[in-house]
């Protein structure tokens, strides 16, 4: 499965010169309820099928960008990602999104964050096409996600029963991009499934950050999708110095944006790397240990790991007053 799986997304990206991964963010200003969509009705079975197979090979949809210059493919070398795997289930609020296709079956395109039994935070890119969705669960308390025999015992799998996109996104690199997922089935906490925790709202994360995700670990035009949670420390950036960065290649950067490097290339996200988190863990001795979500994967340059090339990440505390808020008053009409 794995080694078709790859020919699939070589053939895709081998035809793009520059592609980005993308996730934005949400200012922190006046509050709307988004449109809450519920998933079912109407679809056409090819359809959905064809859009399975687009969204899991380019692990977006709408985002990709053609503008960056990428180095010419005879000079990219054979290099990976300086990730490494994860502990196995050392995260356990993270979630693979899986999509079943007619060839591969469920194949992962996007990841999330538990943050209560019922809601999952995401990014709204990767929700950008209800038929997709609707051929789409929530894979919870899985390491290797091809592995689901011998985890049988461990996994949770969730329909996407509800979903809220910021209503204020507009798809690739621009802000709002955020989004709930709604299961009515409710999660249930044990040692490999557990809510991680939602910043204070406006809260500016600095030092280091974990990134989780099952993501392309490869620097070059050809990918290489672990099956297996990985997981990369990553220096939080000056947002200046970033602005600056991004600027060279036309690329704005919101406020309400998280930059991280190292801007010595060779650790960054990359592709199905979406709407998965960055964390950091709190707090002081006297206080309860907790995994706080600072960061949702957002966009960055193509092939990964370049230097002078930030990862840009949603900052989670832009969006807690707007996350709470929805999780409230969408639970009661639901």
């Known amino acids: 499965m794995l080694l078709s799986y790859r020919c699939i997304y ?73 990730k490494r795997e994860a502990t196995p289930h050392s995260a356990p609020y993270v979630v693979s999104i899986q999509m079943m296709t007619p060839d591969q079956g469920l194949v992962h395109y996007c990841a999330g964050t538990i943050i209560n039994e019922h809601w999952i935070l995401t990014a709204a890119h990767c929700l950008s096409s ?59 906490f044990d040692t490999y499934v557990q809510p991680a925790t939602l910043p204070e709202q406006d809260a500016q994360p600095e030092g280091y950050g974990t990134l989780y995700g099952w993501g392309n670990v490869s620097m070059t035009a050809v990918p290489n999708y672990p099956h297996r949670l990985q997981e990369a420390n990553m220096p939080i950036l000056d947002m200046e110095l970033c602005e600056q960065i991004l600027a060279r290649s036309g690329l704005p950067l919101h406020e309400t944006n998280l930059c991280t490097g190292p801007l010595t290339g060779g650790v960054s996200i990359c592709t199905a790397d979406s709407g998965g988190p960055l964390i950091q863990q709190c ?52």
């Open 10 to 82: 070589s053939v895709l990206l081998s035809t793009i010169a520059s592609i980005m991964v993308v996730l934005s963010s949400a200012s922190s200003g006046s509050i709307q309820l988004p449109t809450v969509r519920k998933c079912g009705g109407g679809r056409s079975a090819g359809a959905a099928h064809t859009m399975a197979m687009n969204l899991a090979a380019y692990g977006l949809l709408e985002n990709r960008i053609s503008t960056l210059e990428a180095p010419r493919q005879t000079h990219w070398t054979k290099k990976f990602l300086a």
């Open 130 to 188: 209800p038929q997709a969705v609707e051929n789409s669960v929530i894979v919870a308390g899985s390491h290797d996600i091809h592995d689901q025999k011998g985890e049988a015992s461990n996994i949770q799998m969730r329909h996407i029963d509800y979903y809220v996109r910021h209503e204020l996104y507009l798809g690739g690199v621009n802000p709002y991009d955020i989004a709930l997922i709604y299961t009515k089935e409710p999660l249930v």
């Open 283 to 334: 707090c002081e001795e006297h206080f309860e240990q907790a995994n706080i979500v600072i960061g949702i994967v957002s966009w960055g340059k193509m092939p990964c790991g370049q230097k002078n090339a930030p990862s840009v990440f949603v900052r989670v505390s832009a969006f807690t007053e707007w996350i709470n808020q929805v999780i409230s008053t969408a639970t009661h009409i639901m």
